[in-house]
């Protein structure tokens, strides 16, 4: 019967989206309800943002935006991130003087993203972004909130996975190669390929300890003892700067906050100026948040984070209960009167007392009251 009914909603709503019934929409809203509260409680004031946006081919996600034609002929798109559409409205909005911290929360329409666990063409994100500020002390705030947004959500053993994105950029920029052979090498490197990377590496001639420090990079990944080996291979300034810089973003942290390391992280290099971070629980193999610090990509000083809101629930395994009132009113007094005690109440549909109790024994409804007061069940 379950089967059925999910071949027939296939033919009735898009491929890559759903529906949410109760036990799921109830969830979804107190989990994004709790983050909000946390962020609030962080001094991260909301904002809202247009699901339509005037479409840029030079978005990053231009090639994957559902687009669509207004009357005048412009051409539109729908949301299809939120860090674009932020900084857009920092340019436009905020005052230079920093820092701004802001929240939101929001759906998300991709028009070719892989259908799958995880995976949707219609998806929901919550998040925060830091605007006009730029230190370790941020980052530091950034980690610490995500942890606490995930042990919000029942997921305390989940585990941040700290890149430093600009490490990898500079050494790649110190081997002075061009662009062409640098994606190459940089592709290798997220890969974490070292039998390719290594290919390249003699193929452009690079030598001595910088070839070494490349060869390393797919390896530097585990606990603290990663940033020791990295420190090793930091054969410029730039690399060791970013390198004391992390350093003081950990000394930040607080205690039991532990993140692993993974210094080879290279994707979006040229895109993330600090650190770059991503979550993950042992038994569930997508990230349930992502985020970082982008200095320079669009505004002088930015850094945040998204959580998937789909992907956090179903990792979460939370318990998809459908909401029972506390009551069954038998009247529209007695409901108002219960609800004025912020009570949830339903009011009845019929006359027929039996029915009404088979009706709240089977929703689990605790109490049936009437002007009389409460009816036994």
Same mark, same amino acid.
């Given at each position: 019967m379950e089967r059925d009914a999910r071949e027939e909603a296939r033919n009735v709503i898009p491929e890559g989206t759903r529906y949410y019934l109760p036990p799921e929409a109830q969830a979804r809203l107190q989990l994004?309800?709790?983050?909000?509260?946390?962020?609030?409680?962080?001094?991260?004031?909301?904002v809202e943002l247009p699901a339509l946006e005037i479409f840029d081919p030079a978005h990053p996600?231009?090639?994957?935006?559902?687009?669509?034609?207004?009357?005048?002929?412009?051409?539109?798109?729908?949301?299809?991130e939120f860090t674009t559409a932020l900084v857009r409205m920092a340019r436009s909005q905020l005052e230079a003087a920093g820092p701004h911290r802001l929240q939101y929360a929001g759906r998300l329409w991709l028009r070719d993203s892989e259908v799958g666990l995880g995976r949707l063409r219609e998806f929901a994100q919550v998040g925060v972004e830091v605007f006009g500020a730029s230190s370790p002390r941020i980052d530091a705030e950034?980690?610490?909130?995500?942890?606490?947004?995930?042990a919000a959500a029942g997921l305390a053993g989940a585990r941040l996975e700290v890149g430093l994105p600009a490490f990898v950029?500079?050494? !790649?920029? *110190?081997? +002075? #190669?061009?662009?062409?052979?640098?994606?190459?090498?940089?592709? $290798?490197? %997220?890969?974490?390929?070292?039998?390719?990377?290594?290919?390249?590496?003699?193929r452009y001639g690079v030598r001595g300890a910088l070839a070494e420090a490349l060869l390393a990079l797919p390896d530097l990944f585990g606990g603290r003892e990663v940033l020791a080996a990295a420190r090793r291979h930091a054969v410029s300034e730039r690399a060791r700067i970013d390198l004391d810089w992390l350093e003081e973003v950990l000394a930040l942290l607080p205690a039991g906050l532990e993140p692993l390391f993974d210094l080879g992280m290279a994707r979006a290099y040229d895109y993330y100026s600090g650190i770059h971070f991503r979550a993950y629980t042992p038994d569930f193999g997508l990230p349930l948040l992502g985020?970082?610090?982008?200095?320079?990509?669009?505004?002088?000083?930015?850094?945040?984070?998204?959580?998937?809101?789909?992907?956090? !629930?179903? *990792?979460? +395994? #939370?318990?998809?209960?459908?909401?029972?009132?506390?009551?069954? $009113?038998? %009247?529209?007094?007695?409901?108002?009167?219960?609800r004025a005690r912020g009570l949830a109440v339903e009011l009845a549909w019929t006359d027929d007392l039996d029915e009404l109790r088979a009706y709240a024994r089977r929703r689990g409804i605790p109490r049936i009251a009437g002007p009389e007061g409460e009816v036994a069940p």
């Amino acid at each position: 019967m379950e089967r059925d009914a999910r071949e027939e909603a296939r033919n009735v709503i898009p491929e890559g989206t759903r529906y949410y019934l109760p036990p799921e929409a109830q969830a979804r809203l107190q989990l994004t309800q709790r983050w909000r509260e946390l962020f609030a409680a962080w001094g991260y004031a909301p904002v809202e943002l247009p699901a339509l946006e005037i479409f840029d081919p030079a978005h990053p996600l231009a090639e994957r935006a559902f687009k669509l034609v207004d009357k005048s002929g412009r051409v539109l798109a729908l949301r299809s991130e939120f860090t674009t559409a932020l900084v857009r409205m920092a340019r436009s909005q905020l005052e230079a003087a920093g820092p701004h911290r802001l929240q939101y929360a929001g759906r998300l329409w991709l028009r070719d993203s892989e259908v799958g666990l995880g995976r949707l063409r219609e998806f929901a994100q919550v998040g925060v972004e830091v605007f006009g500020a730029s230190s370790p002390r941020i980052d530091a705030e950034l980690l610490s909130l995500a942890a606490e947004a995930l042990a919000a959500a029942g997921l305390a053993g989940a585990r941040l996975e700290v890149g430093l994105p600009a490490f990898v950029a500079d050494l !790649l920029d *110190a081997t +002075g #190669l061009e662009p062409e052979p640098l994606q190459r090498l940089h592709a $290798a490197i %997220d890969r974490k390929n070292t039998p390719e990377l290594a290919e390249w590496i003699e193929r452009y001639g690079v030598r001595g300890a910088l070839a070494e420090a490349l060869l390393a990079l797919p390896d530097l990944f585990g606990g603290r003892e990663v940033l020791a080996a990295a420190r090793r291979h930091a054969v410029s300034e730039r690399a060791r700067i970013d390198l004391d810089w992390l350093e003081e973003v950990l000394a930040l942290l607080p205690a039991g906050l532990e993140p692993l390391f993974d210094l080879g992280m290279a994707r979006a290099y040229d895109y993330y100026s600090g650190i770059h971070f991503r979550a993950y629980t042992p038994d569930f193999g997508l990230p349930l948040l992502g985020g970082g610090r982008y200095d320079g990509a669009g505004v002088p000083f930015a850094a945040g984070f998204a959580l998937g809101l789909e992907r956090v !629930l179903e *990792a979460a +395994g #939370l318990p998809a209960a459908a909401p029972v009132p506390d009551a069954l $009113a038998l %009247d529209a007094a007695t409901a108002r009167a219960l609800r004025a005690r912020g009570l949830a109440v339903e009011l009845a549909w019929t006359d027929d007392l039996d029915e009404l109790r088979a009706y709240a024994r089977r929703r689990g409804i605790p109490r049936i009251a009437g002007p009389e007061g409460e009816v036994a069940p």
